[in-house]
């Protein structure tokens, strides 16, 4: 059976530090996704991962992948307050399988 | 921009009354997903639907559950009857193709059973 952990779990971070958000799956996986989810609301699209190696960047996120370790990171630098969310990384097979989500808290 | 539609946002209904959930994936997507959220855990697969058949399904998906497509634009999850447990967000999503990277995610239909 396939498991995505993620840790942390909760993150509380101050405004303008760096953090990194781990994501360890527990069988070979083609794709590796990293989503955004608001209170209430759905998930967004972060980014998508396919081959080792692979690093995406976007504003102040960037998430990197590294299949021999089964390993993806989602790192934030200089963490501003509108990015406070939970952050769920999934595998994809046939149907995606997601991390218990961290839940990031960035305060000022 | 092309989105997944869900509605009701929000239904509320009573222990052992049937729920149809309805949603519309993009209009060129061929695979279809339920997945649910129990509030503050993470996100569960539920079932997936191609070519007018379940593809695959988890343990939760069980009898009390059924998908069905009935035209060319709807996709709909059938709770029969529901528990308190059933209690949860449930998103649809949907994906282009096999090969199609990312699937989308609706908005969600928070269901509370009383």
């Known amino acids: 059976e396939l498991k995505v952990e993620q840790n942390p779990l909760f993150l509380s971070m101050q405004e303008g530090k760096n953090y990194t958000i781990y994501c360890n799956y527990s069988?070979?996986?083609?794709?590796l996704y990293w989503y955004r989810q608001d209170p209430g609301k759905s998930l967004e699209s972060l980014f998508v991962?396919?081959?080792?190696?692979a690093v995406k960047q976007e504003g102040r996120l960037m998430a990197s992948l590294d299949t021999k370790a089964r390993l993806s990171t989602l790192h934030i630098t200089a963490a501003v307050h509108d990015l406070s969310a939970t952050y769920f990384c999934a595998t994809s097979g046939s149907r995606l399988t997601f991390g218990e989500g961290t839940q990031l808290t960035v305060n000022p | 921009e092309p989105e997944v539609t869900q509605t009701p946002s929000h239904q509320v209904t009573q222990m052992g009354q049937e729920v149809i959930l309805r949603c519309v994936p993009i209009s060129n997507h061929l695979y279809f997903y339920w997945y649910r959220q129990i509030l503050g855990q993470k996100v569960e697969f539920l079932v997936s639907?191609?070519?007018?058949?379940?593809?695959?399904k988890s343990e939760i998906f069980d009898d009390q559950f059924s998908v069905e497509r009935p035209d060319g634009s709807n996709f709909t999850l059938k709770i029969r009857s529901t528990k308190l447990e059933d209690s949860a967000m449930y998103f649809c999503?949907?994906?282009?193709?096999?090969?199609?990277?990312?699937?989308?995610f609706g908005q969600g239909t928070r269901l509370t059973v009383v």
């Open positions: 991962l396919l081959s080792n190696g």
């Open positions: 639907f191609y070519n007018n058949e379940i593809s695959e």
């Open positions: 999503a949907s994906r282009g193709n096999r090969h199609f990277l990312e699937a989308f």
């Open positions: 069988t070979t996986s083609d794709r």
